[in-house]
């Protein structure tokens, strides 16, 4: 599974769910989002049959975007409106053969793209659906073996007090996936509001990643509905670096094409408005992608999330572990900053320094344990590492929002 498209190879996958209508499903649309510092797309937004996929499929190609298909025909049959199982008894069942023959339908028309990433089986499933979605993971695996299989999970709202972990848990036991993706919009309705349970979520979901060695994906928020707002610039570069001190491998940005007002959500504009106008967001996208994610990205993706502590958090966010001194930090000070420790296996470490507020800069001082004999700042412009002056300690200027990655030796 280590060699399936977006999990595999140097770059860090950046992703847009809710892509250009099939009216706007043009050449010019595909390449906007390559320019965007995107590397691949989800499709939904009504590009929803055969025909209409295909041709999204050949705006990839020629943008060099990849491609995971979300609610083809065929896929739908295949986990959403039947049940995957051989008990004739079973009602609405199909069988595995049935459903090998799905896989090979889509395969036989998208195949030919050289887009064509993978395929996006269910989105938010629960218990009883982990059955089905791990026989249709199994029959990708089996039919379409270099293709992802995808499913996005749930997030820990609603559910019974300690539960997600063992919701999380048994996706993963049960599907077998190439990855974990989760969804949660913390930015509440209110200006400068924040549901900071979300940073227990990522807890689970970076405690589940570790133990079955599994790249962990997330949505970001970059629109506004009824139960939350449309964010800042500032606001998704901070979800970004948050997610990425625990230790995301994975962006997704929902939504990039503002979502029709009919369906009944009270969608706001989000990187495109509803005439396909770039707001805001898409510019300020634009920056963080090809400025920081992309480049960051590489770097952080091979490593191996040590541990993720927040020092002197405003909030005490239930179950955050605080900063502790060890060998490689042996202390913060100044304000409140959220550090991801990685390891890439050697005597080194990376640190990524991000700031706890998406409202205001920063200014901390981290102190640099016995372990540490060079310390380096990530350049994300030149790509490169960079020597700092003093390897015992270090001032950390960060905007709202922004973070910084060292490596230490």
Request: charge should be negative; aromatic fraction near 12%; hydrophobic fraction near 40%.
């Amino acid at each position: 599974m280590t060699d399936l498209p977006l999990v595999s190879g140097p770059d860090f996958p950046i992703g847009i769910y809710w892509p250009p209508p099939p009216e706007e499903t043009t050449a010019q649309r595909y390449q906007e989002i390559a320019a965007a510092g995107f590397t691949f797309v989800i499709t939904g937004n009504y590009l929803d049959d055969g025909p209409i996929i295909d041709w999204t499929l050949k705006q990839a190609d020629s943008a060099g975007l990849k491609v995971i298909v979300f609610e083809d025909t065929q896929l739908l049959n295949l986990t959403r409106w039947f049940t995957i199982s051989d008990d004739r008894s079973v009602p609405m069942s199909i069988t595995m053969a049935d459903g090998g023959e799905l896989i090979r339908r889509v395969e036989s028309v998208y195949g030919v793209h050289a887009s064509l990433a993978g395929y996006s089986l269910y989105d938010e499933p629960d218990y009883n659906k982990f059955d089905t979605v791990g026989k249709a993971f199994q029959l990708v695996r089996q039919r379409a073996p270099g293709r992802l299989p995808y499913a996005n999970l749930l997030p820990d709202l609603g559910r019974p007090a300690g539960d997600y972990p063992n919701y999380v848990e048994q996706f993963c036991q049960v599907v077998q996936p190439a990855l974990i993706s989760f969804d949660r919009y913390p930015l509440l309705p209110d200006p400068g509001s924040f549901d900071v349970n979300y940073f227990a979520n990522w807890l689970d979901i970076r405690d589940a990643g570790l133990r079955h060695n599994l790249p962990t994906w997330t949505y970001i928020q970059s629109v506004g509905t009824n139960w939350y707002r449309v964010p800042t610039v500032t606001e998704m570069r901070w979800l970004i670096n948050v997610s990425l001190a625990y230790g995301c491998k994975g962006i997704q940005y929902f939504t990039y094409w503002q979502p029709d007002p009919a369906r009944g959500e009270g969608f706001q504009p989000a990187l495109m408005d509803l005439a396909g106008r770039p707001t805001a967001l898409y510019q300020g996208a634009t920056t963080i992608n090809n400025g920081w994610l992309r480049p960051v990205g590489r770097e952080l993706k091979p490593l191996v999330s040590e541990r993720t502590v927040h020092y002197d958090d405003p909030a005490d966010p239930p179950r955050v572990i605080p900063f502790t001194p060890d060998a490689y930090v042996a202390g913060i000070s100044g304000d409140p900053v959220i550090l991801g420790q990685f390891t890439g296996g050697g005597p080194g470490r990376w640190l990524l320094v991000t700031n706890r507020s998406f409202a205001e800069p920063a200014l901390s001082s981290v102190t640099f344990g016995p372990a540490v004999s060079a310390v380096t700042q990530f350049d994300p412009a030149t790509q490169t590492y960079r020597p700092v002056r003093n390897s015992s300690s270090v001032s950390v200027m960060l905007p709202a929002g922004g973070a910084t990655l060292f490596r230490v030796q």
